[in-house]
């Protein structure tokens, strides 16, 4: 037997004696996401259990080294788990903008003392993370950003504010974009990270068409910031910035492996066959999962390379910019198959009008992360080498 195929074996065992039965039916919305950190409410002691068990064996982020509290997997073990995951539909452990964002970024920039501070206990849930880029004036344009550090020898005060801080108002700590020089543009940008109780720090909800407040405006005012939590060099933050962004935009065009819409469709409008009589939908959704299909293999074919020789680089707009726009035409879609019943927006019968809060929800994806016409920038000039 190889290494991997024993792994393999390895992997199965455990997951089959550690994944509680309801860690393994499919999630139904954000709702039932595990963000972890200091004031997260468990939805069930199944999903706690999950969360610790997966975070003791650094499976939560399993690539990352095991002296970081990551699992210290191959990249090809990585590949196995995930397919043994898949296998028995288990729920991923951690939903988590460490994992996602911070965590890369930390192990490419970060000093050891801050791996081995904050690494662990981003794998295990511990803490969680926002994201401080955005500001009222500095969103597709990020380097305009004005959040400003008054340099205090040992230590920053930041003043300024953020906006569209995805929950702010829930994470616990948070990696920021302040400005440490203001007679330069790119130049002058830090990377920080501090703790939301700081002194200083409020958060202030922003109400979304879905109906829910994911997202917040974040004030700063004379907050204090060591220097030891500063990320790279002073003024070199900018670097950073691009390299993270090059992690969200991966991870927001991977939209996983959703429900097969023809499924949805069959079960909702099928006959007593499960065929579906309307062609002109039997059309477009089978145009649609023909795509879905196409970009999974591509998503797969650039995880792959991206293993091999480093980063995704200006390919993640690529992923970004069809994946979200594919998530929003997955929406359209299911909308049209629940007809009158996608608009209910309470209630039972609609899980709390889940069809019609996703689809609304899905608006943002094309924002989020930069927005689908600066992806088409970045492509245009990085990918297809157009002019300016
Ligand atoms: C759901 C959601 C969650 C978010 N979470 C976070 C978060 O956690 N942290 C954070 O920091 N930010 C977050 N953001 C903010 C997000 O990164 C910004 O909204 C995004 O970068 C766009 O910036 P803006 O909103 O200022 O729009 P603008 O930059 O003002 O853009 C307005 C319009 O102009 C277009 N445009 C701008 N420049 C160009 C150009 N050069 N060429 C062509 N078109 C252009 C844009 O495409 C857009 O249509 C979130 C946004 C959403 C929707």
């Known amino acids: ?38 004031n997260f409410i468990f939805q069930s002691d199944d999903q706690k259990l999950w969360l610790e068990r997966m975070g003791a064996k650094g499976w939560t982020v399993p690539t990352w080294p095991a002296e970081y509290g990551g699992g210290g997997l191959s990249k090809d073990e990585g590949k196995v788990l995930a397919d043994e995951m898949r296998r028995i539909k288990a729920r991923v452990p951690l939903v988590s903008f460490g994992i996602w964002m911070l965590g890369p970024a930390l192990l490419k920039f970060g000093t050891h003392e ?31 950003l004005a ?63 879905s109906g829910s407040s ?10 204090k910031v060591l220097k030891e939590n500063l990320v790279g060099e002073e003024n070199k933050g900018w670097t950073i910035a691009k390299y993270l962004l090059t992690h969200e935009r991966s991870n927001i065009g991977d939209m996983g492996v959703p429900t097969p819409l ?57 992923l970004k910019g069809y994946g979200t726009e594919l998530n929003k035409e997955r929406h359209e879609l299911i909308v049209k198959v629940n007809g009158s019943d996608a608009f209910e927006w309470e209630g039972q019968f609609s899980n709390n009008g889940e069809v019609a809060r996703s689809w609304l929800r899905t608006k943002g994806n094309s924002i989020e992360g930069g927005t689908t016409e600066v992806q088409l920038n970045i492509i245009a000039k990085r990918i297809l080498g157009l002019p300016s």
Not at 154 to 161: F, L, R, T
């Open 1 to 38: 037997m190889s290494d991997l195929e024993a792994f393999r074996a390895e992997a199965r065992e455990w997951l089959e004696a550690n994944c509680p039965a309801s860690m393994r039916t499919p999630m139904k919305g954000e709702a039932d996401f595990c963000w972890g950190g200091r």
């Open 114 to 144: 801050q791996k081995l501070e904050h690494l662990p206990k981003i794998a295990r849930g511990e803490i969680r993370w926002c994201q401080g880029y955005s500001e009222p004036n500095a969103g597709s344009d990020l380097a305009s």
């Open 147 to 209: 959040t400003k550090a008054e340099d205090k020898g040992d230590h920053y005060i930041v003043n300024g504010q953020k906006i569209w801080t995805s929950y702010a108002d829930k994470a616990d700590w948070i990696f920021c974009l302040i400005r440490t020089d203001t007679t330069v543009k790119h130049e002058g940008i830090s990377f920080v990270l501090f703790d939301m109780q700081t002194p200083g720090v409020s958060t202030k909800p922003i109400k979304l068409i």
């Open 214 to 223: 994911p997202f917040c405006e974040t004030f700063f005012d004379d907050v």
């Open 262 to 318: 023809s499924m949805l469709a069959k079960q909702k409008l099928g006959d007593k066959d499960g065929q579906l009589p309307d062609s002109m939908l039997r059309h477009q959704i089978a145009e649609h999962e023909i795509d879905a299909a196409s970009f999974m293999f591509t998503l797969e074919r650039a995880k792959d390379a991206a293993k091999a020789g480093g980063d995704q680089g200006a390919f993640s707009s690529v």
